[in-house]
């Protein structure tokens, strides 16, 4: 299975400040997934992102979001104004050509103050 | 718009007896239905999808169209199988479309 890590694992921010979660993928891939689960609540989708560019995103995904491939390895999801309800985990997916299986990261744990 | 229904939130079964974790959808295309297992503290990790039509950790489902359903199954629960399960569903058999995710199973295997 395809190895992906997650950085920070966990997060604590206070209200109004940025925050940026990381994705890195071990092995090449080109679609790129995040989704969030609020405690309690199911795995929701975010935003997807092939050819360094977005390809679908949620309603959840307004402005306050954007993703990012910077260097071409790390796949980044920013925050620019955190609020309390951004409070969850944050999952990375990533897929490639072929079996078209999203694999995931370890997530990291969001907690907005 | 497409949706994925998993009834039970908690499912407690003895060890050795036959373990079903159902799943329903609505979606009006052919869709392509998963099953995601998150054992405790760990990631989410593909258990099955319908198209390979394999047998993971004894586990198997198919995919009933008549009934819009994907019901987990293995004949003989083992204490392992205690994780949360959550079925999923996608457009299509290709790359770049999102998951829609079930509320997820709680299953417990009582020893």
């Known amino acids: 299975e395809p190895e992906v890590t997650q950085t920070p694992s966990h997060q604590v921010t206070q209200m109004g400040q940025e925050v940026i979660l990381r994705c890195v993928p071990i092995?090449?891939?080109?679609?790129f997934y995040w989704y969030r689960q609020i405690l309690g609540q199911k795995v929701e989708f975010l935003v997807s992102?092939?050819?360094?560019?977005?390809?679908?995103k949620s309603e959840i995904f307004d402005d306050q979001f954007s993703v990012e491939r910077p260097d071409g390895s790390n796949f980044t999801l920013k925050i620019r104004s955190t609020k309390l309800e951004d409070s969850a985990m944050y999952f990375c997916?990533?897929?490639?050509?072929?079996?078209?299986?999203?694999?995931f990261g370890p997530g990291t744990r969001l907690t907005v103050t | 718009a497409q949706r994925v229904t998993q009834p039970e939130k908690l499912l407690s079964v003895f060890k050795g007896a036959p373990v079903e974790l159902k799943c329903n959808y609505s979606y009006s295309g052919s869709p392509e239905l998963f099953w995601y297992v998150q054992y405790s503290r760990q990631r989410l990790q593909l258990l099955l999808r319908h198209i390979s039509r394999e047998s993971i950790k004894g586990f198997t489902a198919d995919l009933n169209k008549g009934e819009t359903s994907f019901h987990l199954k293995k004949p003989f629960a083992q204490e392992e199988d205690s994780a949360m399960y959550y079925c999923?569903?996608?457009?299509?058999?290709?790359?770049?479309?999102?998951?829609?995710f079930g509320t997820g199973t709680r299953l417990t295997i009582i020893p």
């Open positions: 992102f092939y050819n360094n560019e977005i390809s679908e």
């Open positions: 999923a569903l996608r457009f299509g058999g290709f790359g770049n479309e999102k998951l829609t």
């Open positions: 092995s090449n891939h080109l679609y």
């Open positions: 997916a990533i897929e490639r050509e072929g079996p078209y299986e999203q694999y």
